[in-house]
């Protein structure tokens, strides 16, 4: 029987002593929404543009010699693709990475320039799991999923240790409640362990909220086969695993979905307000936020998970009014 590692708190906090040995803090910004001051976690500031270096970072540096030397293989849309091709190529190890055809090329002609081979498929017709296990085993290479590994998730929620020093320092509130965008889990789960004080809202596009069905039901729920398409491709996740549920379900956790029109107008107040570039995905939170699908309290942290935007689809959301 094969024991399956479990993430811990102790394990985000390494995971944070890690990336601050390697990478600055992103900044933690403030602004006001409905008339309460919110902070912000700018991981659009990430060198890869997404947060998603740090669970890459965590797990990459995790493996031994041998295992480095043989490589990892990932499958991602883009922000996970990235941080795993960051973190080999700063460790010297070969990587590949399932992409589907249809991700935005910006985050694959970002993968491609930092070393990675990319290796595409349909998102509707094939499975990106098994695509990218076959590989691995052809290659004796590691598998580096994108939430569903503990050293993934410790690695995310250190954004979390992060935000609560920074909140500390500018002499704000404790995060008491944090509302982060949702695909698979994995950034929700890792700071659900990093601040065990703290109300955890997880937010996903209208279609794809997998997570918030799983959270009420109890038990995990799929994504429906029919589900609509979205702009938020980060956060297109079928089906989210039992190692991010179970942490998020222990802490109960509540889940929201957002409109395809809110994500939009979250982007738009990025721009406006904060100066910031934030991708579909990326602004789920702050979309739920300002739709008041969520009340704002003293102590409320945003997490802006990524900034790789395609530039056309960016430029047409800046230019329309809804």
């Avoid at 950034?187 to 279609?207: D, H, R």
């Avoid at 409109?259 to 570039?277: D, P, T």
Wanted: neutral net charge; contains cysteine.
């Amino acid at each position: 029987m094969t024991i399956v590692r479990q993430p811990t708190r102790a394990g985000v906090r390494d995971a944070a002593a890690k990336i601050a040995a390697i990478l600055p803090q992103t900044p933690l910004l403030t602004a006001e929404i409905h008339g309460r001051q919110v902070a912000f976690k700018a991981e659009t500031l990430q060198p890869i543009g997404a947060f998603k270096v740090r669970g890459a970072w965590h797990r990459l540096t995790a493996l031994d010699p041998g295992q480095r030397a043989r490589g990892v293989v990932a499958f991602s849309s883009g922000n996970h693709a990235q941080g795993v091709a960051w973190a080999a190529r700063r460790l010297g190890m070969p990587a590949v990475i399932v992409m589907p055809e249809d991700a935005p090329r910006v985050k694959r002609d970002a993968t491609l320039a930092l070393g990675a081979e990319v290796v595409t498929y349909d998102r509707r017709t094939e499975n990106r799991e098994k695509i990218a296990a076959h590989l691995a085993h052809a290659r004796g290479a590691t598998l580096v999923p994108s939430f569903d590994d503990a050293w993934v998730i410790e690695g995310q929620g250190s954004a979390g240790i992060e935000a609560m020093s920074q909140m500390v320092e500018m002499k704000l509130p404790d995060p008491d409640l944090v509302i982060a965008p949702c695909g698979g889990g994995g950034l929700a789960a890792g700071l659900a362990l990093a601040l065990p004080e703290s109300e955890i809202t997880v937010v996903e596009p209208e279609g794809w909220d997998d997570m918030r069905r799983s959270l009420e039901a109890g038990w995990i729920e799929g994504v429906a086969e029919d589900a609509p398409p979205t702009a938020c491709d980060a956060l297109m996740t079928p089906r989210v695993s039992p190692l991010t549920f179970e942490v998020l379900a222990r802490r109960g956790a509540i889940g929201l979905a957002v409109s395809e029109a809110e994500v939009r107008e979250a982007q738009r107040w990025a721009a406006r307000v904060l100066r910031l570039v934030v991708e579909p995905g990326g602004a789920a939170a702050l979309a739920a936020l300002l739709a008041r699908k969520v009340a704002v309290k003293p102590g409320t942290l945003v997490i802006l998970s990524g900034g790789n935007v395609d530039p056309e689809a960016y430029a047409a959301v800046l230019n329309s009014a809804g």
